[in-house]
């Protein structure tokens, strides 16, 4: 048995597309269209392309959006201020801070300034508490990427058994509660899981989000079990060259998609999931802010 690739890259522009087409409806009663904020502190080169790929992939679908750049000795109280001013603004329905911010500004007290309603990241307080509640809210978009994926996959995921390996805020947690919103049994395992690979092998769908390069070895998987691959390592690739290097995830993919169900590449699975579902995000902002109503589908 060989594992059914699931192609994020695809999925995530069907879903850009979607975006576009219900901004595009959004934007004839608001004068505009659905309008995404990003503000990034520094020239970390990893955070510089995250930014252009957003802004280049918002644009592409026809929403519109503002890029604040600041270098990385701005202070924090003046990062707070443009969050503040960006609340205020009217024409902005969705604010972005990129991560990380340098060491001299508290991410935290800079996230705790978005207004929730514009919080497209869902990483507010009040975002955390509304997936916590099991109220609507503004989901953050990588854990809402891979429970997408699952679902394109497997469908229905009630009472599927879900592995999610990481419990960051960031992920691990928030992919924990939306795995549970869709009924399915959840474990959140983490460093100091015991027996890591016996509780991997129990799993229908297994979410690694460590951080760490190809971990998750082949016999962790239950065959036919669905991998979604959160992790983005990047290793030494001497193969391709002297100096070369290699994006890979946390599982080792080529041990593992002989006998996955369903497995999620990196590059192209998880990563681009991540963005498609800020755009998503940012269109029903617009929606929400507005009292203007989605289709059911979406
Ligand atoms: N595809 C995307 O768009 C996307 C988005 C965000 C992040 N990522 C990637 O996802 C990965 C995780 O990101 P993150 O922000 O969640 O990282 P993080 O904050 O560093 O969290 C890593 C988690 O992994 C756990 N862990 C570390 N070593 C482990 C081990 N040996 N066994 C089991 N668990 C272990 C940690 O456990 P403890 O809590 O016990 O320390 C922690 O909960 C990174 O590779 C990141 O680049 C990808």
């Known amino acids: 048995m060989s594992a ?3 192609d994020g890259k695809a999925v995530a522009a069907e879903i850009d597309a979607r975006a576009g087409e219900v901004g595009a409806g959004l934007a004839a009663a608001l004068g505009r269209a659905p309008c995404l ?3 990034l502190i520094g020239d970390d080169p990893a955070s510089d392309v995250y930014v252009r790929n957003k802004v280049r992939r918002t644009e592409a679908a026809g929403l519109t959006s503002i890029e604040i750049r600041k270098p990385a000795d701005v202070r924090e109280a003046d990062v707070i201020a443009i969050v503040e001013r960006l609340n205020q603004d009217e024409g902005v329905d ?13 991410a935290n007290r800079v996230i705790s300034h978005i207004d ?28 809402a990427g891979c429970v997408f994926l699952a679902e394109r ?11 999610v390996i ?9 992919a924990a509660l939306l795995f549970l919103e869709k009924n399915a049994t959840v474990t959140i395992a983490h460093s100091r899981t015991a027996d ?9 769908i297994l979410v690694p989000a460590v951080g760490r390069a190809e971990m998750v070895r082949g016999d962790w998987v239950k065959p036919g079990a669905c991998v979604l691959d959160v992790g983005i390592n990047r290793i030494d690739a001497p193969e391709r060259g002297a100096g070369k290097s290699r994006l890979v995830g946390d599982v080792a993919f080529d041990e593992i998609v002989g006998h996955a169900g369903w497995i999620t590449p990196v590059p192209g699975g998880i990563g681009p999931m991540t963005i498609a579902m800020l755009l998503r995000n940012t269109v029903i902002a617009a929606a929400l802010r ?9």
């Open 196 to 204: 890591l690979p016996a509780l991997c092998r129990t799993a229908d």
């Open 37 to 39: 904020a990003v503000v």
């Open 94 to 106: 969705g604010i972005l801070v990129q991560m990380p911010l340098p060491d001299h500004i508290n």
């Open 290 to 298: 507005a009292k203007l109503p989605l289709p059911d589908d979406y």
């Open 116 to 143: 929730p309603d514009k919080d497209v990241d869902g990483l507010t307080e009040t975002s955390a508490g509304r997936l916590v509640l099991g109220q609507a809210g503004l989901r953050p978009c990588t854990p």
């Open 4 to 6: 059914n690739l699931i």
């Open 166 to 174: 990481g419990r960051s805020i960031l992920v691990g947690k928030p």
């Open 153 to 163: 996959a497997l469908g229905d995921l009630s009472g599927k058994s879900v592995v």
